[in-house]
């Protein structure tokens, strides 16, 4: 019986809509090849636009395609924010979960202000016309310097608070270049994760969207001194770095390395002989799906770097991005397999994968999809190298691999573009004429741009994250918990609350015993 | 009246359970057990490259509380049941119990256990 009623109220409700639709005036649209005519042309006689009439609707349409996508990408580049998360958190212990959950939560609000405050007019202050998004030349101020004739950009100074930019050009701008930003920012939080004081963080997440990241981004994207290398000094387009490898991702991982190195290895980590001991992370499906959201966001990091959704060669630049992905998760994931413990090692998977994506972030404009596989297939031998090499010779302890992942494959991936762009685009990067090229394609000049931007970034983010960490464990009485805080785990003593209430789990045995 | 107790290898708990069904102990308590002993596993477990080894050894362990008549049954079934042969199959303690109660109605002594001629 019920069935006749439902077979009942469905025959009513498409009849009725039927009858209802069928003889009112206006024709529905099912394929839309009819919607959008001349008369959604903005004119004085609707349906009869001029010439300029349809020019201005034109450059609006341009524009508008161009915004949408650099909001949509930022959007996905925020999201990256819970991979890291996730990443971070599986690959650490659960006696810690709330603590490294509420770091990566909370880099993203103060990284932000941050940047709010004084970083986006540092970075972008002086970055003058913006010209996929409609030309606006507010952000015009500058701080340079003059040596050996030559004008150096060293910060900009327009748009504190954005004041003075009230524009949709620059808060496109701002939105997407404030998650790059806060990409940085969250990767110390898994080098220095499962002993970092929380004071000792936050303070650390204001001082990097405000200070830290944007004077690097300043020089080689805000129309700073390395990106004028180029035309200073004929060094091929000056430091070319498309969506972050040494921008984002090495002032990261060398942030990630100057914090580890300055904390300390966790308790229970080295030996006496100086060997390191397994920590294992405690949920590899957590870190497996932050993965996943990475890979997923870099479609928004690295596309979206066009800054234009009308520069179609974003399509190659999704294409590169994939599949330097695939072949550094495929290399890790051998690597470790044949060589090393015999495993397919899921947690070097991971760092495969993502030491690929870094590495490919630089170069992915400017490289063809071959030159990306293999550029993806040496970051995912590199990252497991370097993370042995930083564990078992540097004896610093990164519990996720962030300064593998970040710091040495984002040196890599700037460096790769120095070898490997092939000079099919760039046409007029950084003022300069011609295309990109690499070392292997014929200009030498660009190699060594990109060997300055690596060793900029090294000298510079090194000494300045000295410094600031230094500075920070003068604050709150050093950076590091106490060894009972550590061994108990950080979630009740830092944050109150346990990242899995009411679970048994033997915190101590997650420490494992320095013999 | 004896308390058994037998400590089993995890993955025989199934086999144990339908050998003591099979001889008529339908009812026993179980908890999981972690051991620490000579049980190798080396080169199971690596992690970033770190083989390394937790020493902890999951079993599970039994507490089966039976009339006298029935003890031996009980450790018969168990003995075979839970035999792989091969070093760490487990053990079975058996000790006396001083006196039992039936929480629901009082009873005290054999009356007290589960009977299935009840």
Request: include cysteine; hydrophobic fraction near 45%.
């Amino acid at each position: 019986m019920k069935k006749y009623i439902l077979l009942l109220l469905m025959l009513v409700t498409v009849s009725v809509s039927n009858y209802v639709y069928a003889d009112n005036a206006p024709k529905p649209d099912p394929t839309g090849v009819t919607t959008g005519t001349a008369k959604d042309v903005t004119a004085a006689k609707p349906g009869k636009p001029t010439m300029d009439e349809l020019a201005a609707q034109a450059g609006h349409n341009k524009v508008a395609i161009n915004m949408v996508w650099v909001l949509i990408t930022g959007f996905l580049v925020m999201f990256m924010q819970a991979g890291f998360a996730m990443v971070e958190t599986g690959l650490t212990r659960a006696k810690n979960a709330a603590h490294t959950m509420s770091m990566n939560m909370m880099v993203y609000p103060l990284g932000m202000l941050g940047f709010f405050v004084c970083g986006f007019a540092i970075m972008f202050g002086g970055i003058g016309s913006l010209g996929t998004l409609g030309g606006f030349g507010g952000l015009a101020n500058e701080f340079t310097i003059n040596i050996f004739g030559h004008t150096f950009g060293l910060f900009g100074t327009k748009g504190f608070f954005l004041s003075g930019t009230y524009d949709v050009a620059v808060f496109a701008l701002f939105l997407f270049e404030m998650v790059f930003m806060d990409t940085t920012a969250t990767i110390p939080t898994g080098s220095m994760a499962e002993r970092w004081k929380f004071s000792s963080f936050a303070i650390y997440g204001l001082v990097v969207g405000a200070i830290i990241y944007p004077i690097f981004g300043n020089w080689v994207w805000g129309g700073g001194w390395l990106s004028q290398l180029g035309h200073m000094f004929s060094l091929g387009h000056g430091v070319v770095d498309f969506a972050g490898s040494s921008v984002v991702h090495m002032t990261g991982g060398v942030l990630a390395f100057v914090g580890a190195a300055l904390i300390g290895p966790r308790v229970g980590k080295y030996n006496k002989d100086g060997s390191p001991n397994a920590m294992p992370g405690h949920n590899i499906p957590m870190a497996v799906i932050g993965c996943f959201i990475l890979a997923f966001g870099w479609f928004g990091f690295n596309p979206g770097s066009s800054l234009a959704g009308g520069d179609l060669r974003i399509s190659v630049v999704a294409v590169n991005t994939m599949i330097a992905s695939a072949t550094g998760a495929f290399a890790s994931m051998l690597y470790m397999w044949l060589f090393k413990t015999k495993k397919p090692d899921p947690s070097m998977m991971i760092n495969g994968m993502l030491a690929g994506l870094v590495a490919i972030t630089a170069p992915c404009a400017f490289v063809n999809v071959q030159c990306a596989a293999l550029i993806g297939l040496v970051s995912g031998v590199l990252v497991i190298e370097a993370a042995f090499f930083i564990e078992r010779k540097l004896k610093i302890d990164d519990p996720v691999g962030a300064i593998a992942v970040h710091g040495v494959n984002g040196a890599w991936g700037v460096l790769a573009l120095g070898l490997f762009a092939d000079g099919s685009y760039g046409d007029g990067w950084n003022g300069v004429k011609g295309t990109v090229t690499g070392l292997f394609y014929g200009d030498p000049s660009q190699f060594i741009a990109q060997l300055i931007g690596v060793t900029t970034n090294i000298i510079y983010v090194g000494a300045m994250g000295w410094i600031v960490f230094k500075i920070i464990g003068l604050i709150t009485g050093g950076m590091r918990v106490s060894a009972k805080d550590e061994l108990e785990g950080l979630d009740v003593p830092e944050m109150g609350t346990e990242g899995y209430a009411g679970i048994k789990m033997d915190k101590n045995s997650e420490t494992p015993l320095s013999r | 009246m004896k308390k058994i107790e037998a400590i089993i290898r995890t993955s025989k708990f199934e086999d144990v359970k339908e050998a003591l069904r099979n001889v008529g102990i339908d009812f026993f308590s179980y908890t999981d057990a972690t051991g620490v002993g000579n049980e190798i596993r080396k080169g199971e477990l690596a992690y970033r490259g770190t083989v390394y080894d937790t020493s902890y050894i999951p079993r599970q362990s039994l507490t089966i509380v039976v009339r006298d008549i029935n003890v031996q049954k009980t450790v018969d079934a168990i003995l075979e049941s839970a035999k792989t042969g091969v070093i760490g199959d487990g053990k079975i303690f058996v000790s006396p119990i001083e006196e039992s109660y039936r929480i629901r109605t009082a009873e005290k002594g054999d009356a007290s256990l589960y009977n299935k001629e009840d």
